[in-house]
């Protein structure tokens, strides 16, 4: 339903997204994870056709991302979704539905299946005054008012409380379960667990890790033994010879004094045996033994937490106060600004007229345009 090919976006040089490539299936929900800066939200506005690779290619329900043809098939929610304060739930969603050109009768229909869906109350009190969860939750009944086939959502959860944190996370495997193929970026490892059937994990605009959950953590992370003894191993290793034996990697692990008993992290049952050895020489024990299988969290701490090679322009650029380096949206207008397709308009300036729009496109310019 979705294939990413080699895809490379660079704002003035520098790289947001480096070769890129990744498909989605037909009514799978895909997680794309990453720390701040990674290349997330480019990635997803390339989905959704708001702005053009640099190379390379996406394609989406059979079309290029750049083909406004694409949005007939997309719902996208943007990180920051803007309401017209002003309309109610109900009146936002028909005037977005008007722009889809769905017929009144099927639009009421569809709407009242999301906002019942999403738990939605005061649908009829005005967007400005609602709660931010309620805000979030109309602008996910809006990415459905033209029915696509493929969602592309941006955060869906960040920043909700937890009950509406789980009826979004929920909603999202109904719409899987409805066929629906969605795509959606998240900082949460919890909310990507939880509902993704596969994940890349990107850093610094490069994908570092994909799979599912569990093939990530075998491929990427390790098991650890927590192994906990009545003396400290660093005391029976004293007595009973050379710390350098413990641990595969020639270390003695990780000691820690919790209560009455010593807990050392070791990599491996030899090096637990190692453990239990030193510290029975010593006339000590071992109490316990844990063991460990690392979480996706361990995995993503080990994946992002060292620096890539191969991002141009960043930190040169950065240091040289020139444009694209920090990548706060500054760059050089010929490249940095995010173009809509074919170049129709900058984003902030040389609007097309609204007759030349396509129903979605006047959908998706009335989602970014909302309520500035
Ligand atoms: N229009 C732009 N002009 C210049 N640089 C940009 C632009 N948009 C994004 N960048 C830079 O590209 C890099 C990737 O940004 P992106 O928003 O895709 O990351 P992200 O993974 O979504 O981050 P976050 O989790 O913070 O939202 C960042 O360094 C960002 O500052």
Redesign the pocket.
Known sequence: MITVDALEKT??G?A?VVDSTFSVAEGEVFGIV?P????????LKVLAGLIEPTSGEARVAGYDSTEPAMRHHLGFLP?ESPLYEEMTATSYLRFFADLYEVPRSVADERIERALDRLDLDHRDRRLGDVSKGMKRKVAIARSLVNDPDVLVYDEPASGLDPVTTNSVLEFTRELRAAGKTVVF?A?NLYHVESVCDRVVI?NEGRIVARGTVDGIRERHGETTYHVYTDVPPEAAVGEAGDAEEFGDDGTLGDTEEIGDRYRTVVPSMDAVERVREAVSAAGGAVVDIRTREPSLEDVFLDLVGRPMPGRRGGVEAAENGTA?G????D?DASE???RDHAGDRTRDGDRTRDGDRTPAERAEAATSEGAE
Do not use: V
């Open positions: 704002y003035g520098f947001a990453g701040n800066g990674a290349g997330k939200t480019t990635t990180e970026s900082h990107m694209g920090s990548g706060d949206g760059a940095g600004r995010d």
